[in-house]
């Protein structure tokens, strides 16, 4: 069982900068990637990031390459994602989650933390 908590949201305006951070707790020690994901208002979730979670590989979906970074403290069990150069499409509900290792789907997940990008 791992459980998710995000923080760092908030409202910001176009060309600015947020990092939201996502705690772990539980059997981290079975994680396989971290992910984050967004909702915005009337769309289906969508992949934002990940991170491997003992590992360095990270994945990012076409529309934050170059704008967002994913990182890991293995230590703080904190996974961060640096959100630079928003843009109001960033607008969204974000989440964390852990996939598990054996797992074929993201397990586990955060309550979600809310981005607004003013323009």
């Known amino acids: 069982q791992v459980s998710l908590e995000e923080s760092g949201g908030g409202l910001v305006q176009t060309g600015g900068s947020l990092r939201l951070s996502c705690l772990l707790f539980?059997?981290?020690?079975?994680?396989?990637?971290v992910g984050w994901f967004r909702q915005a208002p009337g769309q289906e979730r969508e992949f934002v990031a990940h991170i491997q979670w003992s590992g360095d590989s990270t994945n990012y979906a076409d529309s934050v390459k170059g704008r967002f970074t994913v990182s890991r403290d293995n230590a703080k069990n904190t996974v961060d994602l640096q959100m630079n150069s928003l843009k109001p499409d960033d607008t969204a509900i974000y989440y964390c989650?852990?996939?598990?290792?054996?797992?074929?789907?993201?397990?586990?997940w955060g309550q979600g933390t809310q981005v607004t990008v003013s323009s």
């Open positions: 989650a852990a996939y598990m290792f054996g797992s074929r789907e993201y397990d586990y």
């Open positions: 539980g059997r981290t020690r079975n994680i396989y990637t």
